[in-house]
């Protein structure tokens, strides 16, 4: 699988010569100062012009440091032969002179790794990533093997990344859509809970979510819920397409700050399906997942869990979303239950949570560096309860069909830290660390339980 723009880079560990020294050379070496850094892969070290882009690499290699990125240059030669290669003069075709890492990869498998072995010749493209200090990757370039890379065009490509990490998505001088957070003043003296209520929620904007009688989220009283042994069970097709058609390749998956939490949006070539239990026949398609904490929007008998992800259906007999939100049959929103464990941990949330650095800024997205099972993001127990209540996020429309999951799902102190370290806004901006709305009143409604 290649590696690209927003993907982790992969770790690795090879012996590199630098200036007559052996040691070993690691991804986290070159990051272990907060540096970016520059890999450059060659196919050989005595091959077709890997002499003179090396001699052009360290004449701005100066100038990258002073962008605080370390450089590092990777083929498949043996630590031996790039000793060779660094003793001999340019004059001779070596590379004498340069003062940055020449890395072995025997195997391999670091080429591999990042998508770069031309499997036919056995050894790498010509090309070059480049990495910022969290280990994401902010460039990739890939050359066919007769096409020479111009040092100048490496040193402004990393000036642009490393400029744009500064400023932030923010300023106008970065992209063309900048974040728009001047609407929003945030103050400094209202609380994180206080801010998601008014600035966020708006009720003063919904006349549902105070005069709704079918709100959401709610109290779940075990006492008054009624056990169902006519509902079956829900049925998730969460299968990922690569997993069913031919030549199809896995791919990361996308995770966003919109400013309210973190997001998930599943791409329509993805058929996720939910059906059975309450649904009456009907098949909704999932759309998006989004995730709240501070504490669980729905709690059972007045206990609340650390956190809550809602699994967004639309009724899949509309063509979109956007129709599908005008009718009462509209949604089915599955909600599961995120708790702290220091011991255990959902693997699939400990993936997303590990992208949610790069993310802080509302409107920010990145990839994970693995695909993110949606099923594994479910409890094994498929027990639930179900009731009909409304969106928990403006306009709170009363369409929608929740099943809440009893049992929980498990993250690390870690990544709740991850999640609340996330911003409103920009940087310096408020953290999320709650975004909940307040329970409603039950009302009339009834709530059933599916114990399976």
């Not at 590696?3 to 990051?31: H, K, R, Y």
């Not at 998930?264 to 649904?279: C, D, F, R």
Request: hydrophobic share 35%; glycine share 8%.
């Amino acid at each position: 699988m290649s590696v690209i723009p927003g993907m982790m880079a992969p770790e690795f560990q090879g012996m590199s010569i630098q200036s007559g020294t052996f040691s070993d050379c690691s991804l986290s070496t070159l990051l272990s100062k907060k540096s970016w850094a520059l890999l450059f892969f060659f196919p050989l070290d005595f091959g077709h012009i890997a002499a003179s882009e090396l001699l052009e690499i360290e004449k701005i290699r100066k100038k990258l440091l002073g962008l605080g990125c370390r450089v590092a240059a990777i083929s498949r030669d043996s630590v031996l032969s790039h000793e060779q290669f660094s003793l001999l003069s340019p004059e001779c075709g070596g590379v004498y002179g340069i003062n940055f890492p020449l890395i072995e990869d025997v195997s391999l498998e670091i080429s591999r790794d990042y998508g770069m072995l031309n499997e036919s010749y056995g050894h790498s493209f010509r090309g070059y990533f480049i990495v910022d200090p969290v280990g994401i990757v902010k460039g990739r370039v890939c050359c066919d093997l007769p096409v020479g890379i111009y040092a100048g065009d490496i040193l402004e490509h990393v000036k642009k990344l490393v400029e744009a990490e500064n400023k932030g998505l923010e300023d106008t001088a970065v992209l063309e859509n900048n974040v728009d957070t001047t609407g929003s003043m945030l103050s400094s003296f209202q609380t994180s809970e206080g801010y998601y209520e008014t600035n966020v929620l708006c009720p003063q904007d919904s006349p549902l979510y105070h005069s709704g009688v079918m709100q959401s989220p709610i109290n779940i009283m075990l006492s008054v819920v009624e056990e169902s042994d006519k509902l079956h069970q829900v049925t998730f097709k969460y299968t990922a397409p690569w997993e069913t058609q031919a030549n199809s390749e896995p791919q990361p998956t996308t995770v966003k700050n919109n400013g309210r939490g973190w997001e998930i949006p599943i791409s329509g070539k993805w058929q996720a399906m939910v059906h059975g239990g309450p649904l009456d026949g009907q098949e909704y398609r999932l759309a998006e997942i989004q995730a709240h904490w501070g504490w669980s929007e729905h709690s059972v008998d007045g206990a609340f869990a650390d956190g809550e992800l809602h699994f967004v259906h639309y009724n899949n007999k509309y063509e979109s979303e956007h129709v599908a939100h005008t009718h009462a049959d509209g949604y089915c929103i599955v909600a599961v239950f995120m708790a702290k464990n220091s011991r255990y941990h959902n693997r699939e949330l400990e993936e997303i949570a590990h992208v949610l650095p790069v993310i802080k800024e509302r409107g920010r997205e990145t990839t994970t560096s693995l695909p993110i099972s949606l099923e594994g993001l479910l409890p094994i127990s498929r027990s639930y309860f179900a009731y009909k209540g409304s969106l928990t996020i403006p306009d709170y429309r009363e369409n929608v069909q929740w099943i809440v999951m009893e049992d929980p799902i498990s993250l690390s102190p870690k990544a709740l830290a991850a999640m609340k370290d996330l911003s409103f806004g920009s940087e310096h901006d408020k953290k999320i660390t709650y975004n909940t709305r307040p329970q409603a009143p039950l009302h009339d409604r009834q709530v059933t339980r599916v114990c399976l």
